[in-house]
């Protein structure tokens, strides 16, 4: 079915439970919600002005200023493809850390400190300025020349291409990550974090911390099982829940209890085990696992940036670095 | 004076950092050997002390066991001393020996560890032995209170500075000694050491302070030879103390102590010259061969130092940490072995390096032709023996297919980019190392384990198969030889015995190999005829070797080919070794029978040492067993060439094809390099022999698989690790490489057998799970807990003994388990037997009944011949003709039988037992097999079904297997299922399923001992079902 729809529709995408949508919405439903967003908005600034103007008159002081009609449109498109984006992201990231997002280039009015290189069209910023003053049907026919300014069809190529991308980005950033948070990006430069490749086991090893900076170790654990989990799905090798169980233990740290053990150990017996010491945190992999792990990087990272591994591989680690 | 010279010298103690914890205490120790020596001022209080003891008369010695730098003898004179000492740091040893050598002390001091040494007898002993040094030896002198249970047994254990005061005191008569403090509590407990001890001086904290040790509490110990007068003198001293007389202090004068001062270093024998000729002008060196080895005759005794010395470089020595193959002593002596030369690339250009060796230490070298031509035989002997077997082998799919990644993988650990994702669709193709895999990321090699551990083949290649020839036959590479070969046999007549191709074909291959070979032909491809063509074919005597059970098939075999009577005898006595024909045929129990029962070890095998120049043993795969009288006493016949006959060479363990290997093709040769008790020869050994491995430990580390045997086991880390009948996935390749010129395989499915005769596959009917009687079922359960308590104590007793469990015992135990499932009528002991048929037995005569209403005629295999009585009756009451065939009867009546019952008659049934119908019968007379029960090994039940596989097998064969629910037999159904992998991934290209637990034998144990739960369920439901 999926390779049908995508003949006849090449723009489908199923998302993560497989349902088929219209990956990005076309341009008329862009347009059409933006139109609306807009009515709404500018009716509701103009009534907003005008109860402010009559309270003043009334002599109560209002300490806010008129909200401008450009920052109110440019809060319109900016809201609209932001959650377009966040949407987007989440039913295609599939449970990778790649975002969908759109430059501001492609929608805001008003610049940044008024800065021209970021506005869309600085002048017609400056007309929009100057109906602030004009009635409510004037400056709702403007609706029309706002949205005319934007290119939709640019934008819905490049969110688009970013979508149909959007997996592979992510699946590339949990591998990149994964090197980075495994220690293992030091490409034959032996130190206390190399990994070591044993009889049973690859040990990669990972720095220890106490209760007082265990944030950011957790952050780092979190983000390991991620890409392990992924592994797990492509490779059907079990990752087991040492690397759940360490994270929690490592959020439990108190002040009474400041540092993990040493000699704890997790997932013993598991394709990963977690041993944990004074100075440093050993994860464990079995070769069966660390082989996935490693056909996961080598097809979704660069080959540049492949960790080479004394003992692992028959690599000419000289070459190579 | 020397002492100044030896004063500079630092103790590694006092050059090594802190070791700051106690984890780094150890690594510390084992840098430093904790030598610490010892201060001046302490040295002069001690002599100061002892002193008085020596007459200015007398000629004294002086023993120290860590001598470090002599510096204890620093106030001894040469007239009056001799100094005797041993450490175990050889460059410091050296270097006080170079310097005490210019003086005139008589020296002996010697490069030894304390524990590795015998001594004599000593006029005084000075020592500072080092502190806390765990000492693990065999050659420990054993001191009660002192040296304590170790790795190598009883009293193999101590502490150094224990061990090294007890070793002073028990050979020198008087002893002065700096040790802990902690000692003195057991010398007081050692009332002959006690009654000697003189003096105590406790020793400030800082006393080797430059030693860079700031605080230890030792004592100086002052032993006499005799029982002290008086009080011991207890003092407390400094270095501005002054020593005190110590009352009757005497020793030995070095005269009087009798055998005298001597250090022995266990191991090493310096009582004997090695080079014995006399020095001359005459420095030419002969270099011949001897055997596989080049032999130097020397001329000259400097020349052959000299020689032997640049050569051979270091004297190698096994540690703890690496045991050397026995017949590796020096680390250039395989300079000297030819078949390390043979491996070189280019082996004259090495023989031409020895000679410049030789020339530059002053020898003039002169290759004898019987060196140049014996190498250049040894280099064609090596050619013709590593060339291989001509072999087809299986192959599922296709030569070039499509595949689907069934998950995300590494092809190969060695191409960068080497991976697939999942689902990922890919093209393949069959090359010689597995398989080349095209795919997005290029095209990568990928080995046949890994490739189906990923890739599930698709379309057509899912279902095809093919046979690929991986060796072609020798005679592409040899084709004169064959040819000649050829000739031969067929002058001999050979080709009208050998009527299928394939046969003839692989005699000449046999023939070619001039060492010996393995003939792991398939059942029913012609084994026997094969052993009597090669017996005639081949020069000289041949000795066939067959089981007692089988000499009668023999005998027909001889028979049908018309053999006369002159060309072959069967040895039944020593005398008819005397009277020798081309073809002898002995079986393997009066081979190894005593010839007189006053003289158990002399047996015809003895006496037949090297008479025959072949020997073709049928069901050879015993010897792949070692240590078995049946292997030892065929060892040790001779025989240039030997030749093994058996469908399933090794059945089991990867390490069973060692055995066989060394015994047909030899030991530590070029185109076999392991051995069994020897070294293993690899081409590296030309530049040195650091590290070298036995030949037995290199097969293992290649080959063999440890694994922890579950993952429960793997938890708890009790229960080791155990080998699984796996060979090493790394070198699968190696292992067919190495034992594809060796083995000469044969299956029947093969297009080259299949050209001539075709062979019923037999289908393997899933096995039939039987409910149980109540009463049996109790009876089973009794059975198992009685097992499972017995098999609880025993692992506890000897756990608490030290001791390993023996496997022999489990089994005769695990027999009354077996028992009660599948004989119960016989149990005795720990229950009444069940004397009722049993559903088992009753689902037998039903299956045998149906098979018969189909026109089939069965054979009942069971383990137990009481089993098959039974069955017999029962069948007989049916009105079902039966032959109860079992090692009840002698061979000759049971084998009259079944031509008569079953060969030549209409016997409907046979009930043979496993054990006496598992090789060599042809019985193509019947056409299914019905496995009452099964065996613990693989190979007794192939056996039992390649009865009934036969050329002339025209029917259908069928096997039934018969399984009591959660009964041993279950268990023992999953333990067979992986003994068969090794074999077929060995020889027959198969695969290895990487992923799946083997079900070893402890395994076996311990779910066979979980399952008594399961079965009182199976016990209550059936109570409750019988009841309803």
């Known amino acids: ?321 | 004076m020397p002492w100044s010279k030896l004063d500079s010298i630092q103790s590694r103690g006092s050059q090594a950092e802190k070791p700051g914890s106690l984890g780094n205490l150890h690594a510390t120790r084992e840098l430093t050997l904790s030598q610490f020596f010892t201060p001046k001022w302490l040295t002069s209080f001690l002599w100061d002390s002892i002193k008085p003891a020596f007459s200015s008369n007398h000629y004294y010695s002086l023993f120290d066991n860590s001598v470090g730098s002599a510096g204890l003898f620093r106030y001894a004179n040469p007239s009056q001393f001799s100094l005797n000492g041993i450490d175990t740091d050889r460059e410091l040893i050296n270097q006080v020996t170079k310097i005490l050598d210019k003086t005139e002390f008589s020296l002996d001091l010697q490069c030894a560890a304390m524990e590795n040494v015998v001594l004599g007898d000593f006029s005084c002993g000075i020592i500072n032995p080092p502190f806390s040094i765990a000492l693990s030896s065999a050659n420990l002198t054993a001191y009660p209170g002192v040296t304590c249970f170790g790795r190598f047994g009883a009293d193999t254990s101590a502490s150094s500075h224990l061990y090294g005061l007890v070793q002073a005191l028990e050979h020198c008569d008087i002893v002065a000694a700096i040790v802990p403090r902690s000692v003195l509590p057991i010398i007081e407990g050692n009332e002959l050491y006690y009654d000697r001890l003189s003096a105590v001086f406790t020793l400030p904290g800082n006393t080797f302070q430059a030693e860079n040790v700031t605080n230890v509490d030792t004592v100086l110990l002052i032993f006499n030879s005799i029982s002290r007068h008086g009080k011991i003198i207890f003092h407390t001293i400094d270095p501005q103390s002054k020593a005190e007389s110590i009352p009757g202090l005497h020793c030995r004068y070095e005269r009087a102590l009798g055998t005298g001062r001597h250090i022995q270093v266990l191991g090493a024998d310096n009582s004997k010259s090695v080079v014995n000729l006399p020095p001359t002008d005459d420095k030419r060196v002969i270099m011949t061969r001897a055997s596989r080895h080049i032999k130097l005759r020397f001329f000259d005794g400097v020349t052959e130092a000299k020689v032997f010395n640049k050569i051979y470089r270091a004297r190698l020595f096994s540690t703890t940490k690496h045991r050397y193959p026995s017949t590796t002593k020096y680390s250039g002596q395989h300079l000297l072995n030819l078949d390390v030369i043979v491996l070189q690339d280019d082996p004259f250009y090495h023989l031409e390096n020895l000679k410049e060796l030789i020339s530059s230490v002053g020898g003039i070298p002169l290759v004898m032709p019987d060196l140049e031509f014996g190498l250049r035989a040894m280099i064609k002997q090596h050619k013709k023996m590593m060339v291989p077997f001509g072999r087809t082998v299986y192959r599922k799919g296709t030569p070039s297919f499509t595949a689907k990644a069934r998950k995300m993988g590494l092809l190969n650990h060695h191409q960068t980019g080497a991976a697939v994702s999942f689902g990922e669709q890919v093209n393949v193709l069959r090359v010689s190392q597995g398989f080349e895999v095209t795919c997005k990321k290029g095209v990568f090699t990928c080995d046949h384990d890994r490739f189906f551990g990923i890739f599930d083949m698709e379309g057509e290649a899912k279902t095809a198969d093919y046979w690929e020839e991986v060796c072609p036959p020798i005679k592409s590479s040899y084709p004169q030889e064959i040819s000649a070969i050829e000739t031969k046999a067929k002058s001999l007549g050979l080709d009208k015995w050998l009527t299928w191709d394939f046969q003839f074909n692989d005699l000449c291959e046999h023939a070619f190999r001039k060492k010996g070979s393995l003939c792991a032909y398939f059942m029913g491809l012609g084994k026997s005829r094969m052993i009597l063509s090669l017996s005639l074919l081949l020069n000289g005597y041949s000795l066939v070797i067959v089981k007692s059970r089988l000499l009668d098939e023999m005998q027909r075999e001889i028979d049908t080919l018309n053999i006369p009577k002159e060309q072959y005898h069967f040895i039944h006595s020593l005398s008819d070794l005397d009277n020798l024909k081309k073809i002898n045929i002995i079986s393997y129990e009066r081979l190894r029978r005593p010839i007189d029962k006053r003289f158990p070890k002399f047996t015809i095998a003895r006496r037949a040492k090297n008479i025959f120049s072949n020997i073709l043993a049928d069901e050879g795969s015993s010897m792949s067993s070692l240590t078995s009288n049946q292997s030892r006493e065929i060892r040790l016949l001779g025989g240039k060439r030997k030749i093994a006959f058996d469908g399933s060479m090794f059945s089991e363990y990867a390490r069973q094809a060692m055995g066989l290997a060394c015994w047909v093709f030899g030991e530590s040769r070029s185109y076999q390099p392991y051995s069994l008790r020897g070294e293993y020869i690899e081409r590296n050994l030309i530049n040195g022999a650091f590290k070298q491995k036995t030949g037995r430990q290199t097969f293992l580390d290649h080959f063999s698989c440890f694994e922890w045997v579950t993952r429960e086991f793997e938890q708890t880390e009790k229960g080791a690790k155990r080998e699984v009948p796996r060979i090493n996935p790394n070198n699968l390749d190696m292992f067919r490489d190495w034992i594809s010129p060796i083995i000469k395989r044969r299956v029947q499915q093969e297009p080259a057998v299949k050209k001539h005769v075709t062979f019923p596959i037999p289908e393997m009917i899933p096995p039939m799970l039987l409910d149980w009687d109540y009463d049996h079922l109790t009876l089973y359960i009794k059975a198992v807990e009685d097992f499972a308590n017995w098999y609880k104590n025993y692992v506890e007793n000897q756990n608490e003994n030290k001791r390993g469990l023996s496997l022999v015992i489990i089994l005769a135990r695990l027999e009354a388990c077996f028992k009660a499932c599948n004989v119960p009528s016989a149990v005795e002991g720990f229950a009444s037997p069940y004397t009722k048929l049993t559903s088992k037995d009753r689902a037998c005569i039903e299956l045998v009944k149906s098979l018969i209403d189909r026109g089939r005629r069965p054979i009942v295999f069971a383990r137990s011949p009481i089993t098959l009585e039974r069955l017999s009756i029962e069948l007989t009451k049916a009105g079902i003709s039966n032959l109860v065939f079992t090692g009840k009867e002698t061979i000759k009546k049971r084998l009259a039988r079944l031509n008569k019952e079953i060969r030549n008659g209409n016997c409907q049934v046979m009930l043979a037992s496993m054990g006496s119908s598992q090789d060599g019968l042809n019985l193509h007379q019947m056409d299914t097999a019905l496995f009452y029960n099964r065996s613990f090994v693989k190979r007794v039940e192939e056996q039992c079904v390649y009865r009934i596989v036969r050329p002339l097998q025209k029917s259908k064969v069928e096997v039934y297997t018969l399984i009591l629910k959660g009964s041993i037999d279950l268990y023992m159904s999953q333990l067979i299922g992986w003994k068969n992998i090794a074999n077929s991934a060995g020889i027959d290209f198969g695969e290895q399923p990487i992923e799946e637990d083997f079900a070893h034998f402890d395994n076996f144990i311990h779910q066979f001992l979980e399952s008594v739960p399961a079965l009182k369920n199976q016990l209550h439901d059936s109570k409750y079902s019988s009841v309803a």
């Open chain 1, 1 to 321: 079915m999926f390779t049908q729809a995508a003949t006849c529709f090449p723009d489908l995408i199923a998302d993560n439970n497989g349902v088929f949508h219209m990956s990005v919405p076309n341009i008329l439903i862009m347009r059409e919600c933006i139109s609306t967003q807009l009515k709404t908005i500018i009716t509701a600034r103009f009534n907003f002005v005008i109860a402010r103007r009559e309270l003043t008159s009334c002599g109560e002081s209002i300490s806010q200023t008129d909200p401008s009609l450009v920052c109110v449109c440019d809060t319109v498109l900016s809201n609209y493809f932001k959650s377009l984006c966040k949407d987007l992201t989440q039913r295609y990231s599939n449970d990778t850390p790649a975002i969908i997002d759109l430059d501001e280039t492609h929608f805001v009015f008003a610049g940044r400190w008024g800065d021209e290189k970021y506005t869309l069209d600085s002048h017609f910023s400056a007309c929009l300025t100057e109906c602030e003053e004009l009635p409510l049907s004037d400056q709702l026919a403007y609706i029309a020349e706002i949205i005319d300014k934007l290119d939709f069809s640019n934008i819905y190529n490049i969110l688009t291409g970013k979508v149909k991308a959007l997996y592979d980005t992510g699946l590339a950033m949990l591998a990149n990550n994964l090197i980075k948070d495994l220690n293992l990006s030091y490409n034959g430069f032996t130190g206390f974090y190399s990994p070591v490749v044993k009889p049973r086991f690859v040990v990669c090893t990972i720095s220890a911390v106490d209760y007082w900076h265990n944030r950011d170790k957790i952050t780092e654990c979190i983000r390991i099982g991620n890409g392990l989990r992924k592994v797990r799905d492509f490779s059907n090798v079990n990752i087991g829940d040492s690397i759940f169980e360490f994270t929690e233990a490592l959020n439990s740290l108190t002040y009474d209890k400041q540092a993990l053990e040493s000699r704890t150990a997790f997932g013993k017996g598991s394709n990963l085990e977690i041993h944990c010491f004074k100075g440093k945190y050993e994860l464990r992999f079995t070769h069966e696992l660390f082989d996935a792990i490693y056909a996961f990087f080598t097809l979704y990272v660069k080959p540049e940036s492949l960790p080479v591994i004394e003992g692992y591989a028959n690599v000419n680690l000289a070459e190579a670095v």
